[in-house]
């Protein structure tokens, strides 16, 4: 019943931990000026603007889409506002296209970002409160005793983290925008950098970085611009409690129904093999391995073994490339790392993603999640029209 | 005059008094007392804490308080090398995810008195204490947990162990 | 495009301080409400659930992500958030439910104020680089705006007191209202100012709380028996944010999109009005083209009680209540945020 919808343009800014040179507007202009461009139309041809980012106290601005929306050519229109933690880039491009998917809208533009230089993010998350310790432990002291649990049940290479910091590495150098640029990074130089939080190291993190990323969603009517459309095939959200009694955390359910979802929307019954690449939201190397399993990529306790035999690898030649610009080990824009995945899977099946394309692809899942692994969001995009 | 000025300091504070919740506030006034307390599901009969107001699984208001032990099995951990600001602590330190015996969920807190490389899953520990006297209506009140010279806890059963322990 | 009906409704009392009752506590009665009136267990029996707050209210980030544990989650759900008025989580909602990927969608908003000093907090929703180091607070900004009415005579300060007075005669009538009363004109006039031009009577109190409301298609409201409202249309536009940058004493945006929706072309029995200050509900009423016929926030709209995040919902389940009552055959509900009335939401409800 959804009318179709495609992506026709997108853009990004350089990734870097500090973007001193733009003010807030002028970061997200950056995104969304390159994507009117891929588009080839201007702010009189959207109808509805989108707006995506993680808590607003990263910036210490309150609702930011109130003062962006002259930057965001938004006056007159009607402007949304989505926040579902770090899943939040994913959700707002599922949003922007349920504007088109429901026939209301023909034409949408959609945006999310973050300037985390602008305040302590760190600090930004851990306003005390006095049912808890207060550890700051942040992010890694969360996600690290889940990993150590994946990696008990697995039994698990505990090099595995190594490996895919080096692969996503290497990847993110193909790509101009990543904010991390190590082109000869080496296992010795993951294993060798501080041990952060156990077994985290320090090299197996995402970084902290400025971004925005923007994408025009049009209908079938309203295609526009020189390069092929991206056509969604599938979207899907899921959402179950941070923390209750008998929870899996290390495959957490409301990932693997997200993902049965949106493979039953696109057609794909065996998405190793249907799927030609994937941008997974991996911030900590582990989580490829753990998110092969919960998205169906390999059998439960088989993950770290997929990645380990290079198929997860394109300078390996691997069979489904994940990751091909970097991913969130190599920029991480907290509220605009869930859309970068979603639109570099567009990038792919348009044959658009430069130096990290994966030849002939024509099918690719964009994935984002969030909170405590509790958040999910997901699409298919395809070079087929549905 | 510099041109180079790209960034300026320019602090936000905004004040608020903060409120636990009526569920919290039952958990912090027990802990005034030296004691941790859950509150148990009317309908999955699952013991939380710290109790919130609701079981997140079933979406229904929680009100019988369950007192529980502050002995409990650590459930998974991470050995931290950064440095906490404002606590003395030093790293490496155990952070660890610990289930109270009597609770079906873990909360997190330091592990310290013991050899960092010999902390595992299933461990048994019990909560050290500050002095009574400085007891107030927090967590802090629990310095750190310590192991205890228990035998480890099958994984399977980590979560479901009754007030009494091991022996239950 | 689907027929979109609103099944259920329910909003706590407004109290100026909710004491100890956290997010979760606030939003639990509320969402029990609006399942009993559809004879439904949970969150689960519906396709989808979206939720509008704001973190800096209670001063915590992630503050949303408590209110998924009133939902029984369990399995996991489809759910998203705004960082807006839960009238914005409602159009959120309808799209799912046009695109066919929901039948019916659960929406709630909530907000504990008390916390903090909410017109300074919103003060740093302003610009940050020219505006919010000015500390320039929402009621600062209104009383500019009000001023700005006054001195070119499109309103004046009876008129004000006039919507004080019906604002709390009708809040008599209503048991979740937080001030209501018979105040005289005169006693309303004779009140000091606040922040001229204003009079504390003139501004929306400060309130804790929490609405929900369930959608449906109207296939599925027919299949719960239960009585309905159509929503047969909803829209909202944005204006520009600095309140220099455009005309003040009009309301452009709420009229864009009463026009969209055609909002005249029919009659208006009542309309429920998102009017933070008494001057607005004048310009509000004239940009949505509302004439004598109209009943005008008969539950004494937000300056009885203002639910911020979710007062826009909340507007929108006072004109379903009188749509189903039978009070009223078609109603209006308006829903803004931003300073001075910068982004405006405009509902049509009818009856079945």
């Known amino acids: ?386 | 005059m510099s041109e180079d000025v790209a960034v300026m300091q320019a602090p936000v504070y905004l004040q608020y008094h903060f409120t636990a919740g009526r569920a919290p506030t039952r958990f912090l006034r027990r802990l005034k007392e030296g004691v941790l307390s859950g509150q148990r599901c009317p309908r999955c009969s699952q013991v939380y804490i710290p109790p919130r107001g609701s079981c997140p699984a079933c979406g229904v208001a929680t009100e019988e308080e369950v007192i529980l032990s502050d002995k409990g099995t650590v459930q998974s951990f991470t050995i931290v090398h950064i440095p906490i600001p404002g606590n003395p602590i030093d790293p490496p330190y155990v952070v660890a995810n610990i289930v109270p015996d009597g609770a079906n969920i873990s909360f997190i807190h330091l592990l310290s008195e013991c050899d960092n490389r010999e902390v595992r899953i299933g461990q048994r520990v019990e909560a050290v204490w500050r002095p009574r006297e400085e007891w107030t209506w927090a967590m802090e009140n629990i310095l750190y947990f310590r192991p205890l010279d228990e035998p480890d806890v099958a994984v399977e059963r980590i979560g479901t162990l009754p007030v009494t322990g091991l022996e239950g | 495009m689907r027929d979109i009906a609103i099944v259920a409704y329910s909003q706590s009392p407004c109290v100026a301080d909710a004491g100890a009752a956290n997010e979760v506590e606030l939003i639990m009665p509320q969402l029990q409400a609006v399942y009993a009136q559809v004879g439904i267990d949970n969150a689960q029996a519906v396709d989808f659930v979206c939720s509008g707050s704001c973190d800096y209210l209670q001063g915590a980030a992630f503050a949303f992500v408590a209110g998924v544990d009133a939902l029984g989650a369990v399995p996991p759900i489809k759910e998203s958030h705004v960082e807006m008025d839960a009238a914005w989580a409602l159009y959120e909602s309808v799209l799912k439910i046009r695109m066919g990927h929901a039948d019916s969608a659960l929406i709630y908003g909530f907000g504990k104020s008390s916390p903090g000093e909410l017109p300074t907090v919103l003060s740093q929703r302003l610009d940050p680089y020219y505006l919010a180091p000015l500390w320039l607070d929402t009621v600062s900004l209104a009383a500019l705006q009000a001023r700005l009415l006054l001195e070119q005579g499109r309103v004046s300060e009876r008129q004000m007191a006039e919507v004080v007075q019906r604002s709390r005669r009708n809040a008599r009538a209503n048991p979740l209202a937080q001030l209501a009363g018979d105040p005289s004109l005169d006693d309303l006039l004779a009140e000091e100012p606040f922040v001229a031009p204003l009079r504390r009577s003139d501004c929306a109190p400060v309130s804790d709380g929490a609405a929900a409301m369930i959608i449906a298609t109207v296939e599925q409201a027919r299949t719960w028996g239960v009585p309905y409202a159509r929503l047969t249309g909803i829209d909202h536009r944005m204006e520009n944010h600095n309140p220099c940058l455009r005309d003040l004493t009009r309301s452009t945006s709420t009229r864009q999109a009463a026009e969209a929706l055609g909002v005249s072309d029919a009659p208006v029995d009542v309309a429920e009005i998102y009017a933070p200050f008494s001057h607005q509900e004048i310009l509000l009423c004239e940009a949505l083209g509302l004439g004598q016929e109209t009943q005008v926030n008969p539950s004494g709209g937000v300056l009885a009680g203002n639910l911020m995040m979710a007062s826009g919902l909340a507007r929108v389940g006072e004109v379903f209540r009188r749509v189903v009552a039978g009070e009223a055959r078609r109603g209006v509900a308006h829903a803004t945020s931003g300073p001075c009335l910068q982004h405006n939401l405009v509902a049509i409800v009818e009856g079945a």
């Open chain 1, 1 to 386: 019943m959804a009318e179709r919808a495609a992506v026709v343009g997108i853009g990004q800014t350089r990734y870097k931990s500090k973007r001193q040179d733009v003010s807030m507007a002028g970061l997200l202009r950056e995104a969304v000026d390159r994507a009117l461009a891929d588009a080839g139309v201007s702010f009189d041809d959207i109808d509805a603007v989108i707006m995506g980012k993680a808590p607003d106290m990263f910036e210490g601005v309150v609702m930011p889409e109130s003062y962006l929306a002259d930057a965001l050519g938004a006056v007159g229109k009607p402007m949304l506002r989505v926040h579902t933690a770090g899943s939040v880039g994913g959700s707002t491009a599922i949003v922007a296209a349920s504007h088109v998917q429901s026939g209301s809208f023909r034409r949408v533009l959609a945006v999310t970002w973050e300037k985390q230089s602008e305040s302590n993010a760190m600090w930004a998350l851990s306003t005390p409160q006095p049912f808890a310790v207060h550890l700051n432990a942040g992010a890694g002291g969360y996600f690290a005793p889940i990993i150590r649990e994946y990696m008990r049940r697995s039994g698990a290479d505990p090099n595995t983290g190594i490996r895919v910091a080096v692969k996503d590495r290497r990847h993110g150098a193909r790509n101009p925008l990543a904010h991390l640029q190590l082109p000869d990074i080496t296992e010795q130089e993951v294993a060798d950098s501080p041990m952060l939080w156990d077994p985290i190291r320090f090299l197996e993190a995402c970084p902290s970085s400025d971004g925005a990323c923007a994408m025009v969603i049009a209908a079938e009517d309203a295609l526009s611009g020189d390069k092929p459309p991206a056509w969604i095939q599938g979207v899907a959200m899921r959402s179950e409690p941070t923390m209750y009694a008998g929870r899996e955390e290390v495959n957490p359910q409301a990932g693997r129904d997200c993902a049965a979802d949106v493979y039953a929307q696109a057609g794909i019954r065996d998405p190793r093999r249907e799927l030609d690449c994937a941008e997974i939201y991996v911030p900590f190397s582990w989580y490829e391995p753990m998110w092969l399993e919960n998205l169906g990529f390999a059998d439960e306790g088989e993950g770290w073994k997929l990645t380990l035999s290079g198929a997860t690898s394109l300078d390996e030649g691997g069979d489904i490339p994940w990751n091909c610009s970097g991913g969130v080990l190599s920029s991480n824009p907290i509220g605009a790392s869930g859309m970068i995945r979603f639109a570099e899977a567009a990038r792919q099946v348009r044959g658009d993603a430069g130096d990290h394309q994966v030849p002939g692809a024509r099918k690719a899942l964009g994935h984002a999640y969030g909170g405590g692994a509790q958040f999910f969001a997901m699409w298919v995009v395809g070079a087929d029209r549905p």
